[in-house]
């Protein structure tokens, strides 16, 4: 069967699907009613190795390498220029890094007697993260061939590798690979001294840092690699066979690695990048088959909102659940406690032990930022960052 035409290469509603369902894991992962009750695959790993939560991220930069291929498509059949896609992929990227920015300084001090300081606030983040990486990718993609663009992406995952075992980190030696002491802390703890994320591993130390950028930009543009094969002329059986197989040896290459560099999502290294990307290949591939060639689809509308505005639907998530930290209530006791305290306390805990009351608050929130996601979906509301 055929897959040539426009409108079939236009939009895959298995990665509409595939987007909205991380978009879900993102807002579950990200708001657990108690931090201390969290079950295992809903934390990220302390160092090495991987959990289910160290797999959302690589996904979503992943997702907007695929998607940005389809995208791309669409404005140059409509005849737009490379100097009018640049400017696209300029003031996207700075939205994005922006609307992260905004994220990490809210409330800004402006209510509920928190404080707030420039000199703190957090510069890396998810989002910037994402702007970065989307505007390098993107900027890859306009002005290199896809064979120049693939020697880049592996010397990126090449370079990092070199660096973080082969660097002299001062006072600490070669190829330190703890928390404390590895290149990428030492660079982050220098250029971003007071501006990493509180609850990193150690103080100074950043999971979207500068270094770990580089392996980074190597997960979207395997992603734009796999959107450039699904617009191929290639019958949507080859396609599935193929991202299958290609998922599978990428999978195969980042356990291999991880005996020389370990998969680690703190440090996003190469081994890391790679198998995420193979893991990710397979998720889409079996959503492919599944949605896209078999058509069963009936039950993907709930996933395929979520993703019509994912970045809306993640950063409204991250808003509201600062919200809920920041304002304050009389509690039982008549002790100000957060809102968030307060309707946990009142309404999950009676219901389970805390592990599981925990996990129902993740998902009783989903829920309400779905009925959200909904409501703009009802109402024809598409917000592109």
Known sequence: MAD????ARS???SLDVFRGAT????VMVNNPGDWGHIYAPWRHSAWDGWTYTDTVFPFFLWIVGVAMMFSFAKRIERGEDKGKLAIHILRRSIIIFALGLFIAGFPFGMAFGEKFSFATLRIPGVLQRIAICYFIAGTLVLNFSTRVQIGITFSLLALYWILVKTVNVPGFGIGIWTPTGNLAWYIDSHLLKGHTWTGAPVPGFDPEGILSTLPA????MFGVFTGLFLRTERSRE???GWMFVAGSVLMLLGIIADHWLPINKNMWTSSYAIFMAGLALNVLA????IIDVKGRSSWTKPFAIFGLNAITVYVLSELVAELCWFIKVSGPDGK????QEWYYHGLFVHL????NASFLHSVAFILAMYLIAYGMYKMKWVIKA
């Open 4 to 7: 040539s035409s426009p409108s």
């Open 11 to 13: 939009r895959l509603l």
């Open 23 to 26: 978009i879900a894991g993102m």
């Open 217 to 220: 930009i190597a997960t979207i």
């Open 238 to 240: 080859e396609k599935a």
């Open 286 to 289: 079996s959503l492919y088959w």
């Open 336 to 339: 100000a406690i957060s809102l």
């Open 352 to 355: 389970a032990n805390p592990m």
